[in-house]
């Protein structure tokens, strides 16, 4: 299993800044996914981060609006730019330790809960 | 990945079993039926993952039917910690969808007094 922890866990920002939200695992992890969930909705996936690599965005998902960082095996951060009242969301990081090269589940962050005015 | 459906919301008695269902027609030979939870306000949890066979794990068991179309979740004595969403996600181990996890709409069981 894996420990992640998110900071921050909350945060309510003004239209037209950015946000930068950390993501932290206990151990080392080759596969890294951000996620979104609007209000009431389930959740997307928004890009998977890989280390050593750049990330790879989800159509509808670029990498001006979300840059990623993932400098090492342990943490990653994503970045939400130029928001929008549209960004309100919950960010979740999740990880997928591979066992035998085969990936069976994946551990979910607490989320970062996002309000954009 | 293969599409799942399910019925939007579900009630349960406490200290009964609860039985999920899931539809995924269109899934391939090489996917395997992943459930997921998100309890409010949480991350979701990985509960339990199978390919052909019935599973069993200290949360539930995976009922997956012979011809893999259908599958259900069983938390066989439910409490109220278990009311959330509950996600049945179709997904391969490998290949091109590493990983990816197309999340649905879920079910939302609510386990009552």
């Known amino acids: 299993s894996a420990v992640i922890s998110q900071k921050p866990s909350r945060d309510i920002c003004q239209r037209g800044t950015s946000l930068t939200i950390q993501c932290q695992v206990d151990?080392?992890?080759?596969?890294m996914f951000w996620y979104r969930q609007q209000p009431g909705q389930s959740l997307t996936l928004i890009a998977t981060?890989?280390?050593?690599?750049?990330?790879?965005?989800e159509s509808g998902f670029v990498i001006d609006k979300f840059p990623i960082s993932r400098p090492n095996l342990t943490f990653s951060t994503l970045t939400v730019s130029n928001m929008s009242p549209e960004d309100s969301s919950i960010y979740l990081c999740?990880?997928?330790?591979?066992?035998?090269?085969?990936?069976?589940?994946?551990?979910f962050g607490p989320g970062t809960r996002l309000t954009v005015t | 990945d293969a599409k799942t459906t399910q019925p939007p919301s579900m009630d349960c008695a406490e200290g009964r079993a609860a039985n999920l269902p899931c539809n995924h027609s269109?899934?391939?030979?090489?996917?395997?039926v992943y459930w997921y939870r998100q309890i409010h306000s949480q991350g979701p949890q990985y509960i339990i993952h199978?390919?052909?066979n019935n599973e069993t794990n200290e949360m539930a068991s995976l009922i997956i039917t012979e011809d893999r179309k259908s599958s259900t979740l069983i938390l066989p004595h439910a409490t109220l910690r278990d009311t959330a969403v509950y996600y049945c996600?179709?997904?391969?181990?490998?290949?091109?969808?590493?990983?990816?996890?197309?999340f649905g709409q879920g079910t939302i069981l609510t386990v009552h007094p």
């Open positions: 999740s990880v997928e330790p591979v066992t035998a090269g085969v990936v069976y589940e994946q551990y």
């Open positions: 151990s080392q992890v080759t596969m």
């Open positions: 981060a890989n280390q050593g690599s750049e990330a790879t965005y």
């Open positions: 269109t899934i391939s030979g090489n996917e395997y």
């Open positions: 199978g390919l052909k």
């Open positions: 996600i179709v997904s391969s181990a490998g290949g091109t969808s590493y990983g990816k996890l197309t």
